[in-house]
């Protein structure tokens, strides 16, 4: 099991960027596939983006496509989401997942480890 803490959550305006990263323990880090997820209030948690365990995949919902990238650096057991021309529907808790993979479209039954999630608020 993989212990993944997320860091870099916070109050940004509209248009603003933020970028949030994700510390996993665990020597076999490079073995998992990796995501984001947020859940706003009221809502079902949402697969916003993957990384695949070599970083050569990767998804995006199509609400963050062209704003959001995902990267991992398996030297250093991270993986960030940088988020770009934020919008108020992007406010949530994200947290960070760890999976054995995916097959053709990454789901959120493929990630079976969590972090404990970060506030992002964007105000309009």
């Known amino acids: 099991q993989v212990q993944l803490v997320e860091s870099g959550g916070g109050l940004v305006q509209a248009g603003g960027s933020l970028r949030l990263s994700c510390a996993a323990s665990g020597r076999t880090f490079n073995s998992y596939a990796m995501g984001w997820f947020r859940q706003a209030p009221g809502k079902e948690r949402e697969l916003v983006a993957a990384i695949s365990w070599s970083g050569y995949s990767t998804y995006y919902v199509d609400s963050v496509k062209g704003r959001f990238t995902i990267s991992r650096d398996n030297a250093k057991n991270t993986v960030a989401l940088q988020m770009n021309s934020l919008k108020p529907e992007d406010t949530a808790v994200y947290y960070c997942?760890?999976?054995?993979?995916?097959?053709?479209?990454?789901?959120?039954?493929?990630?079976?480890?969590w972090g404990q999630g970060t506030q992002v608020t964007v105000s309009s």
């Open positions: 997942a760890a999976g054995g993979g995916w097959g053709s479209t990454p789901q959120p039954s493929d990630f079976g480890s």
